[in-house]
């Protein structure tokens, strides 16, 4: 999970959309058969920055931030806030 987690955000900084909606969709469906609800925040924090319309953005990352605060992630809370 690690590994897609790097490899989606390397795709998406740069500039790579397509690569790292193909991860998104690798690692999602994944993380949530593993349970590793970390790697759920990310994935939905990542699928924000892929989708086009702003409302479905700011759903996936309300639902990250919620994640993140129930795993008192502090990392990722700062970057679901900075977004």
């Known amino acids: 999970m ?9 795709a998406l900084i740069q ?3 397509r690569r790292g909606e193909e991860l998104c969709e690798e690692s999602l469906p994944l993380s949530r058969e593993l349970g590793d609800k ?3 925040a990310f994935a939905l924090y ?3 920055w892929i989708v086009e319309d702003i409302p479905t953005a700011e759903a996936l990352i309300n639902e990250a931030i919620t994640i993140f605060s129930e795993l008192d992630d502090k990392e990722g809370l ?4 900075v977004f």
């Open 15 to 17: 500039d790579d959309f």
């Open 38 to 40: 970390r790697g759920i």
């Open 2 to 10: 690690k590994a897609l987690r790097g490899a989606t955000w390397l």
């Open 46 to 48: 990542h699928q924000a």
């Open 78 to 81: 700062t970057l679901s806030y």
